[in-house]
């Protein structure tokens, strides 16, 4: 009887283990999609060749494009005839709380995975390591950080770009004033109207904004580089079932060689609205997290 009863127990847990996948999207974001047969995506309106808008509530970009990837995949994956997607603009400031509060169920901008972020909110993996450095007017002389000693220098409202500047061993005895945008377009109008002699942003960033320009020839990307950032798409935290989905959707791009094109596509192709491409190969950082993906932070970079 006993030992019978202890069969009983085993077979009654692994039909449990064996039920869980489909357990798991009756509840968090699959279930919230499934439901209600819509999906919203938070994006950027100037982030680079990650996310941007192209106008009348249209947006494009490497992570748009990933983010549409993983939920075409989400569809099949649930069984909808019909997925509609949502497109809701998003800011450094904001894009944290929305995605937590559930008005955004994907971000897919240029958002940092860091272990303090990490505490709110969780990252699918790595899909492109950014490097912060600074954009100055080619016009200015300023070539490093030493030189921004007594300038004006912008930074997005919500970003950690001045605090790595700030933080770093040649920023030492360097004196500067900080001046925020409300939105990364708005800091490079900063620099472009001469309101500010530098700005300090993702390298990425920064290529996308001088390539849509008037005169992008009038810019130039100089100095040390101040970190080095692992950049991903942003989910709700404690949602294990949909970040698997995220993860094995993007897991899947890589090992088709296809993750490779679509970021040739938008970072080495001519891309809207200038049509004008931003020129910016794969980084070997980028490339090491495709060929080994994973969902560490920032400071894990900074141990190396």
Request: some cysteine; overall charge positive.
């Amino acid at each position: 009887m006993r030992r019978n009863a202890v069969l009983q127990g085993l077979t009654f847990a692994a039909s449990l283990c064996i039920a869980l996948p489909a357990l798991s999207q009756d509840s968090g974001t699959l279930k919230k999609i499934k439901d209600s047969a819509s999906a919203t995506m938070g994006v950027r309106e100037s982030s680079g060749g990650l996310s941007f808008t192209i106008g009348d509530g249209k947006f494009a970009g490497f992570h748009v494009e990933l983010c549409q990837r993983i939920l075409a995949d989400v569809q099949k994956q649930l069984g909808l005839a019909k997925l509609d997607i949502k497109y809701q603009p998003v800011t450094s400031q904001n894009r944290i709380p929305l995605t937590q509060n559930g008005t955004v169920d994907i971000e897919c901008g240029s958002t940092t995975n860091n272990a303090a972020r990490q505490k709110d909110v969780a990252f699918a993996v790595t899909t492109y390591v950014e490097e912060v450095r600074i954009a100055v007017k080619a016009s200015s002389g300023i070539t490093s950080i030493a030189q921004l000693n007594g300038k004006n220098v912008a930074t997005t409202t919500g970003t950690t770009s001045v605090q790595l500047l700030r933080k770093h061993e040649r920023a030492a005895g360097v004196d500067f004033k900080e001046v925020f945008g409300k939105d990364h377009a708005d800091s490079f109008l900063l620099l472009e109207s001469g309101r500010a002699d530098a700005f300090v942003m993702d390298g990425q960033i920064l290529a996308g904004n001088i390539a849509k320009s008037k005169n992008p020839a009038d810019f130039r990307i100089v100095g040390e580089v101040l970190a080095v950032e692992p950049i991903a798409i942003m989910l709700r935290k404690d949602d294990p079932a949909f970040k698997k989905a995220a993860d094995d959707s993007l897991k899947a791009l890589i090992k088709s060689g296809e993750m490779a094109k679509i970021y040739d596509k938008w970072f080495m192709q001519p891309i809207p609205p200038a049509n004008k491409p931003i020129g910016l190969p794969a980084s070997e950082a980028t490339k090491a997290a495709w060929a080994s993906p994973n969902d560490k932070p920032a400071e894990d970079y900074a141990k190396k």
